[in-house]
């Protein structure tokens, strides 16, 4: 158990797992709607909109383990993940949100401890 000085296995686990999930899948997101363009017609979106989600998330990916901004980069990633909900939602999907729920309750959970450990405000 963690005593707010030390990080749980968990947390560690947690922290590798949205590192390594958003640092390999926004870099192929991105590529994947480049090449073929069908995130931004599936959702809507300009395909810049979307690369600058998945720029976002790539740098926040990187910094989860700078201990002074990593409630920040996990509270951007929240935000993000909150907005996938919303728009799979949006287009009548809400199966296909069912990960991006996953992320969110895993991420606020994680920020939480981050923050936590931080010892107070951000």
Do not use: N
């Not at 901004?69 to 949006?90: D, E, K, N, Q």
């Amino acid at each position: 158990m963690s005593d707010g000085t030390q990080t749980s296995r968990w947390e560690r686990v947690a922290r590798w797992f949205l590192v390594l999930s958003y640092g390999v899948g926004s870099p192929l997101f991105a590529l994947a709607e480049f090449r073929t363009g069908m995130f931004s017609e599936r959702f809507d979106y300009s395909p810049e909109f979307l690369y600058a989600v998945s720029g976002t998330q790539f740098l926040c990916a990187l910094v989860l383990f700078k201990r002074s901004v990593a409630p920040w980069s996990i509270a951007i990633l929240t935000v993000l993940s909150i907005g996938a909900v919303y728009s799979h939602f949006r287009i009548g999907s809400p199966a296909t949100a069912l990960p991006a729920v996953a992320y969110s309750v895993l991420q606020t959970w994680y920020g939480l401890r981050a923050y936590r450990q931080r010892g107070g405000p951000l």
